[in-house]
């Protein structure tokens, strides 16, 4: 059985694996230290299970999760929350979840989970697993026969007619990306949205067509528009993908023969069309550095951390983090771990080097610099004065 664990936490990701390579030397672990990671992995391998951290680089993993489940129905997830994200754990169960775990992990439970669900999957791997290989073996061969007929490239004598007799009528969307990295996760993202909303639409499939492009064919039952697919796909889109991209749809198609010419017509026409901001973006980005930050707020938080954390560009993501604030970045540091200050002075028993150290300052000195210019009182004087008024109460 293969087991992918997903966090950007190379202690947990690399404790639970040799966890679960003690107790289960039989199963094959794969791990990723980010979706876009996790993302190939799926892709090349039969994965059973995914222990998956909740806030990552990207995207979270309940996105992960969300996106995943129609191409992988099989598989068992599992998500790995800190009690400040509970309210996600919770959110990952309703959407599918078979369990949760909170941070720190224990080895016991862990163990516990890996057998019970272990279980699971043998027992449905019993009944389904022949059935699932062989339709997923028709589908990549259907999508690759398809892949070369509309590239103009010889696909050995295959009828496409008889090998199209499912979509006597259909029309095509084609999705084009621009960046100058590898886009693994986009793919990822663009392929399970597609092929989601086809479903939802009517019926067909969707393959890659180059390493920035992606193609799907729809049948739309009767009384849906393709209309409403893509403008449903662009909102999708607008909020998941962290680069500019392309909607191109033709007609609809009665002859698969007009395929090929269909494909170059829209590729030529992309050669003039404006790219698409992603537009949910900035918005996405500012609320995953917000949940990061207020999970590591005792950590290095500078900004450059934390804009590569969501994959941006120092200066931009500052530019962007006062406007989706009205707070300047370091500003917004100064008070949420001063926030935190207040919360641990109110007990006695910590020392203020202590304090100090928990909210992320090593300068005791400089920390109540700080604590005075934003409060007008040092930390002692606070704890004395909270103390007062509880003793009054």
């Known amino acids: 059985m293969d087991i992918l664990i997903v966090d950007d936490e190379t202690v947990i990701r690399e404790g639970i694996m040799r966890t679960l390579h003690n107790r289960f030397p039989e199963h094959t672990l794969h791990l990723a230290a980010n979706p876009e990671e996790a993302a190939a992995l799926l892709r090349r391998h039969r994965i059973h299970i995914v222990l998956t951290d909740i806030l990552m680089p990207g995207m979270t993993g309940l996105e992960l999760m969300n996106l995943s489940g129609k191409l992988y129905p099989h598989i068992k997830w599992v998500v790995i929350s800190a009690y400040s994200e509970f309210a996600y754990a919770q959110e990952a169960v309703r959407l599918g979840a078979k369990d949760y775990l909170l941070k720190p992990i224990g080895k016991e439970v862990l163990a516990a989970m890996i057998e ?15 059935a699932e290989q062989l339709r997923r073996s028709q589908k990549f061969l259907r999508e690759a026969v ?3 007929w509309a590239s103009g490239l010889d696909i050995g004598g295959i009828d496409m007619s008889s ?3 499912s979509h006597p009528h259909f029309q095509l969307v084609l999705i084009k990306m621009e960046s ?7 793919h990822f993202i663009i392929e399970n949205v597609l092929g989601e909303l086809i479903g939802k639409y009517g019926t067909g499939f969707v393959t890659t067509f180059d390493g920035k492009s ?5 049948t739309p039952r009767e009384g849906e528009q393709l209309s409403s697919l893509v403008d449903e796909l662009r909102s999708h889109l607008g909020r998941y993908l962290k680069v ?6 033709s007609g609809v198609i009665a002859d698969v023969q007009d395929v090929p010419a269909e494909v170059r017509r829209m590729r030529q026409a992309s050669s003039t069309q404006v790219y698409e901001q992603v537009a949910g973006g900035g918005d996405r980005a500012i609320e995953v550095a917000l949940q990061y930050m207020k999970t590591n707020y005792h950590a290095d938080l500078s900004l450059e951390k934390v804009a590569s954390v969501v994959y941006l560009n120092p200066v931009y993501f500052s530019q962007l983090f006062k406007q989706k604030t009205g707070s300047g970045f370091k500003e917004y540091v100064i008070q949420l771990r001063l926030e935190q200050a207040k919360q641990l002075l109110q007990n006695p028993k910590l020392k203020l080097a202590e304090v100090c150290e928990r909210i992320g300052y090593h300068d005791m000195r400089h920390f109540s610099q700080v604590f005075r210019k934003k409060y007008a009182v040092t930390p002692t004087e606070y704890r004395q004065s909270f103390a007062l ?3 009054e109460k």
């Open 389 to 391: 008024q509880e003793a």
């Open 180 to 186: 100058d990295k590898i886009v693994h996760l986009e």
């Open 146 to 148: 398809f892949h070369r």
């Open 163 to 165: 090998f199209m007799e």
């Open 214 to 218: 992606l193609l799907g064919l729809v």
């Open 244 to 249: 500019p991209f392309q909607i191109m749809h």
């Open 116 to 130: 019970k669900l272990t279980a699971e999957v043998a027992a449905e791997t019993e009944q389904t697993e022949e």
